[in-house]
């Protein structure tokens, strides 16, 4: 089967190296790509949002399957058009990814069927959020509506902190029109759990669960990022508590995106919140995370290829979903300065014979050298029979990476293997 993938970053290069496994594989096209990723994949210069240009690509190439991964293009409805072309996605349709393109419309959902998650209130005017915010209780999290890179939710301590964001979002719109709603939230506390789960519209197969490291800084200092670095398992995802969540929000959620017209088949995304009263969605996301999938991906044993028909197909019930019982470490070695301002250009050394796999993330070709081109440059991955072992491994290997401007985090999988200590 010849495949097309969207996409252009580190996650892409994991669903990349991972289908490559399946012998039903064959040619693999990925849009933009990067120039890590075109070691593995025939890259073209096609952004994941030109919508058209994508389109124009597969009627030439006319692929027996795509792949897609990012946000904006689910958002937009690439898959809905993929589709009408004949060609089978691996993906949400627009009216499915909306879970993720609209917090207001997912807290609406939850809400609706009795799926726990945070108490929160909408807004469409600043006046109105502001009077709320100066009698609300602090601290308290205000989001914005739509997509934001990330970076729509912010944790503020204070009114004057709650002025700031509201006059970011909804006054000078710097997350455009996405901030035209906004959330304000209550603020939940306990550990937090990523689980990305396979799900045809009937059947959900949650994936082995891992802990992002949201913050730029080591020692969760520094602005949010996209993710720092990843672990897989998360230690306080306990059996117990994935039952829980199985009864009590995956299947519900599947349930009501079905009930309401809108059926998911793809990767569906918890973000999840363990607090004292029990487990709660802090946010969905329509699509496999980023880092999270470079630590999941390396842990599945079943062929993923098979696995992505399925969803397409509704026979996952059918098809095996397997993991590996070891753990598994990324170490994300960014650009100094992302999230924010950051130097690149700058060439890429890899070792010559490494153990474990580098996903390549922000990196372009020149003249057959690799240099850096973005902010999360590369992920470096480990796997292992113990966290404390992946966790060694991913930081020998990033070690052996070399180029300028080079940051990372020093304590990627600290909490996690502290929470095991416990
Ligand atoms: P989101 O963009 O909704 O994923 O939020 C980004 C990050 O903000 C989450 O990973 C949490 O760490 C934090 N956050 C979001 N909502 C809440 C909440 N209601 N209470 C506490 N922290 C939150
Ligand atoms: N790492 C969080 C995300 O992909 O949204």
């Known amino acids: 089967m010849n495949i097309l993938v969207i996409g252009g970053g580190g996650r892409e290069h994991a669903v990349i190296k991972t289908l490559k496994k399946s012998k039903d594989c064959g040619k693999i096209w990925c849009l933009p790509g990067n120039g890590g990723i075109a070691a593995d994949a025939e890259c073209y210069p096609v952004k994941a949002t030109d919508l058209a240009g994508i389109v124009a690509f597969a009627k030439e190439k006319k692929p027996d399957f795509a792949v897609v991964t990012p946000d904006d293009p689910l958002c937009m409805g690439l898959v809905d058009r993929l589709e009408e072309l004949g060609v089978p996605c691996f993906g949400p349709s627009k009216n499915a990814a909306v879970i993720e393109g609209s917090k207001v419309f997912s807290k609406e959902l939850m809400k609706k069927y009795g799926i726990p998650t945070a108490e929160s209130r909408v807004f469409t005017e600043a006046d109105e959020a502001l009077a709320y915010l100066r009698t609300c209780g602090y601290p308290a999290v205000v989001k914005a509506d739509g997509l934001a890179l990330g970076k729509g939710a912010v944790i503020v301590n204070s009114f004057g902190e709650a002025e700031v964001a509201v006059k970011d979002m909804m006054i000078d719109k710097i997350f455009g029109e ?93 973000g999840l919140m363990l607090t004292p009263n029990g487990p709660k969605v802090i946010e969905y996301n329509c699509r496999f995370g980023d880092p999270e999938t470079q630590v999941v991906l390396p842990l599945l044993e079943s062929d993923l290829l098979k696995i992505m028909l399925a969803c397409r197909n509704g026979t996952l019930a059918e098809t095996e979903v397997k993991f590996s019982s070891g753990a598994a470490c990324c170490v994300v070695l960014a650009s100094d300065g992302y999230p924010q ?7 890429i050394t890899l070792p010559k014979r490494k153990k474990g796999e580098i996903f390549v993330a922000g990196a372009r070709l020149e003249g057959g050298k690799l240099v850096t081109s973005g902010g999360r440059v590369l992920g470096c991955v480990s796997t292992a029979p113990t966290l404390e072992e992946a966790v060694k491994g991913a930081y020998a290997l990033a070690d052996t990476v070399r180029f300028g401007n080079a940051y990372k985090r020093a304590d990627i999988g600290k909490r996690a293997l502290a929470a095991l200590g416990d």
């Open 178 to 270: 996405s901030g035209s709603r906004i959330l304000v939230e209550e603020f939940l506390t306990g550990p937090e759990v990523s689980v990305l789960s396979f799900t045809d519209g009937n059947v959900v197969v949650p994936m082995v669960s891992s802990m992002d490291h949201k913050r730029a800084r080591t020692g969760d200092e520094g602005p949010n990022t996209g993710g720092m670095g990843t672990v897989a398992p998360n230690p306080y995802y306990t059996e117990k508590i994935a039952e829980q969540c199985m009864r009590e929000i995956f299947l519900p959620t599947i349930r009501a995106m079905k009930a309401e017209g809108r059926t998911f088949r793809g990767c569906l995304y918890f």
């Open 341 to 347: 301002k950051y130097k690149t250009g700058y060439e």
